[in-house]
Each structure stands twice: as structure tokens, then as C-alpha cells.
């Protein structure tokens, strides 16, 4: 069958790298190596990727990198062969890495669904809290003080030293303008109820 060969995983493509893949200029050492390396980095590639059409990717950084290290540090390479392969091996483990982090979601819906109960949250949280700045409205300063911070779980007794009340005073302030409040919204809803 045409083109079936293709996909074959033995059958290894022929060996091309640009001169200039990444901007930097390929050092000539650094080619014939790769192209020495390439059967075994293609098959490499496949094992760990499960796709070997990231291999000539996987090769211009790798190309890129060494040409890099070898510019920084000239004379220092003993072997040109076995830096490109722990270079490449290197740079494989830091990419699966990198990807065992990042969660793939799917489609569009699914990204929604899972963004939406985050939404809802929000939503009812200001809901909330415009729902208690209406019934407190006409409360003094101080309730409406007591009231956030209680949300904001202090303490009775740190409540009360910042006002400068005992702890059960505050608790007492809160509740009976929490009683006033319900009595008003329960009177308010009667009359709703008549008209």
C-alpha cells in the first residue's frame, strides 16, 4: 500500500538539519555527530514520545544547545557524539517533565463545565454580600464592622478589642441587629404579600 512505509517506526527519514535552525550558526563537529546520532535519536524519540515526528525538532535544539555549549567552552569536548546523546536525553526528560505538569482538558465544553462552578461561586459570594450590605444598611458602623469581620472568621474576642467592647458585647450587638434585620425583612415580605 502507498505511503505505508511512512509510518513505519523502523524506517528511519533521511538526516536534515538547517545551517541555522534557532538563529545560531550550526558548528560542523556538532552536524556530523547528530547525523551519526540520528537512527538512534529517532527511535529514541518514538520510545519515550510514543511520536517520532518530534524527533527533527527534538534535533535543531539539540543542534542549538551544543552548538551553544561548544562556542562557551572551546577545546572542552571530548566527545561530540556522547554530548549530543545526553544532551538530547537531558532535554527529553526536562520536555516530559514539563508535560506531566500541564492537564489536558479537552473541548471547549469541557473547559467551560469545569470553569463554571468557580463562576457560580463568585457569583453567589457577592450576591451575598450585597444581599447583607441591604439588610444592614441601616445599621450604625459598628455592626456592620462586627459583621465583616466575623465573615472574615476573627475572633469574638479580637473583635471586641478592636472596638473596644468586650467579647460578649460584640456577639450581643451582632445578635440583636441580626434579629432587627430578620423582623424587618420578615415585616417587609408581609407587606409584599398584601399589596
Known amino acids: 500500500m502507498p505511503g505505508s512505509r511512512r509510518n513505519d517506526p523502523e524506517l528511519v527519514p533521511e538526516f536534515y538539519l538547517g ?8 558548528d560542523r563537529e556538532v552536524r556530523v555527530a547528530l547525523e551519526q546520532l540520528w537512527p538512534w535519536l529517532w527511535r529514541y524519540v518514538g520510545r519515550q514520545f510514543e511520536d517520532q515526528n ?10 542549538d544547545r ?13 566527545s561530540m557524539v556522547g554530548l549530543c546523546r545526553v544532551t538530547t536525553i537531558n532535554l527529553i526528560k526536562s520536555i516530559k ?22 463562576a457560580q461561586d463568585w457569583q453567589e459570594e457577592v450576591e451575598m454580600w450585597i444581599w447583607v450590605d441591604e439588610i444592614l444598611h441601616d445599621q450604625d ?3 456592620r464592622t ?10 469574638w ?3 471586641g478589642k478592636l ?12 445578635r440583636r441587629a441580626l434579629g432587627k434585620a430578620y423582623d424587618d425583612v420578615a415585616r417587609r415580605s408581609r407587606n409584599r404579600g398584601r399589596q
Open 141 to 143: 458602623r459598628s455592626v
Open 66 to 78: 551544543v552548538s551553544g555549549y561548544i562556542q562557551s567552552h572551546p577545546g572542552q569536548v571530548r
Open 146 to 155: 462586627i459583621f465583616g469581620l466575623r465573615a472574615l472568621q476573627h475572633s
Open 19 to 26: 545551517p541555522a535552525p534557532k538563529g545560531r550558526p550550526i
Open 157 to 159: 474576642k479580637e473583635i
Open 54 to 63: 518530534r524527533a527533527p525538532e527534538l534535533l535543531e535544539m539539540v543542534a
Open 163 to 174: 472596638l473596644g467592647i468586650s467579647a460578649d458585647q460584640a456577639r450581643q450587638r451582632l
Open 97 to 118: 517533565t514539563r508535560e506531566a505538569r500541564i492537564e489536558y482538558v479537552g473541548s471547549n465544553q469541557n473547559i467551560e463545565a469545569s470553569l463554571s462552578p468557580c
